[in-house]
């Protein structure tokens, strides 16, 4: 049986969006032929501005080269929010990635999104929302998880990212974690989208 592949691909400066990475994986590699492998785009901002910003130790994750992504199936992107949009550092990797738009060689493959934002407003779904651009000019095949999660989507009994969108988690002042709900629809997600993957490569 072929495998398939699923590359989950993020940014993440505070150690948020890597978690909910590593959940997304988790759901991925549940699913029977299809392989997840985690990968962080290049950071932009020199290390002497992040030791100001408190910006701990990037995670051992590989960094990709963005012609990389033609040997997936399928992806996962992920991101933290800056003003209601992806942080400056994926979109500068989306940015490299003109060899790949000039020969579609990402058309047809469907990828998901995540996310991380400081609050409620911060911007949720209007990232997901203009990240589904740089999708469209690649032809990528936008797969959102929608409300499969099932019941859990409209629980209201304690704060939770992620919506039909995609999986997220509000980091507040940045000392707040994924709470256990938002990490299931992270894990769900993986195993959603990877079902998916695999289905369009037979």
Known sequence: MTTTKVYIVYYSMYGHVARLAEEIQKGVN????????????P??????????MSAPPKPDVPIIDP???ADADGFIFGFPTRYGMMAAQFKAFLDATGALWRTQALAGKPAGLFYSTGSQGGGQETTALTAITQLTHHGIIFVPVGYTFGAKMFQLSEVKGGSPYGAGTFAGDG??????????????QGFYIAGIAKKLKQ
Do not use: D, F, M, N
Not at 43 to 52: G, I, N, Q, R, S
């Open 43 to 52: 950071e932009t901002l020199p290390e002497e501005v992040l030791l100001k």
């Open 175 to 188: 000392t707040r974690q994924p709470s256990q709900i938002e990490l299931e629809q992270a894990y769900h």
């Open 30 to 41: 549940s699913v029977e032929g299809v392989e997840a492998t985690l990968w962080q785009v």
């Open 67 to 69: 012609a990389q992504l």
